[in-house]
T-cell receptor
């Protein structure tokens, strides 16, 4: 089955710096890669996702890149702000024509942005 | 649209007791998922429904666990004879399955279960 590895487990940056979180997956059939942000006491919130037919996607300060050959994908947050502090999870699944495999999550990265 | 609602938010129970959690998905979503999250880990899939049909169950879902979605709207997750290892956050998510695939689950805030 699919296995998702996520690094680093903790990341501390200064406000305004960039943060990068990396994930690898094992199942080459996986074709959908979302990223979730989870704040304390809340459920995960989708922040960005990418499908395997796309190499990069941006949404304001957040970007995700995907390397299908190497089976890894990364989250990039630029100009970090204290409110970006949270736990971030990557996930992978297989989507095919209306039928989705279940999301397999990484173990999470705790991001701390210091003012 | 008030998002995915889960009740209760917190539940403390004694070992051996039964507990039941409820999830109300986004109204137009036809798929509903249950995940479990332990401290320091990512969510792990338990089961999912499309409308009222339970389509897949993880091997994590032992015979003490049962989930229902009787009318294709809200869902309940029951754990019988709770054990300390059941202590976790139980997350519900919903999505809309359409012809071009399903993306972007919306998660609820979860029910935190503590078994003492």
């Amino acid at each position: 089955g699919e296995n998702v590895e996520q690094h680093p487990s903790t990341l501390s940056v200064q406000e305004g710096d960039s943060a990068v979180i990396k994930c690898t997956y094992s199942d080459s059939a996986s074709n959908y890669f979302p990223w979730y942000k989870q704040e304390l006491g809340k459920g995960p919130q989708l922040i960005i996702d990418i499908r395997s037919n796309v190499g990069e996607k941006k949404d304001q300060r957040i970007a995700v890149t995907l390397n299908k050959t190497a089976k890894h994908f990364s989250l990039h947050i630029t100009e970090t702000q204290p409110e970006d502090s949270a736990v971030y999870f990557c996930a992978a699944s297989i989507n095919y024509g209306g039928s989705q495999g279940n999301l397999i999550f990484g173990k999470g990265t705790k991001l701390s942005v210091k003012p | 649209d008030t998002g995915v609602s889960q009740n209760p938010r917190h539940k403390i129970t004694k070992r051996g007791q039964n507990v039941t959690f409820r999830c109300d998905p986004i109204s137009e979503h036809n798929r509903l998922y249950w995940y479990r999250q332990t401290l320091g880990q990512g969510p792990e899939f338990l089961t999912y429904f499309q409308n009222e049909a339970q389509l897949e169950k993880s091997r994590l879902l032992s015979d003490r666990f049962s989930a229902e979605r009787p009318k294709g709207s809200f869902s309940t997750l029951e754990i019988q004879r709770t054990e300390q290892g059941d202590s976790a956050m139980y997350l519900c998510a919903s999505s809309l399955a359409a012809g071009v695939g399903i993306y972007g689950y919306t998660f609820g805030s979860g029910t935190r279960l503590t078994v003492v």
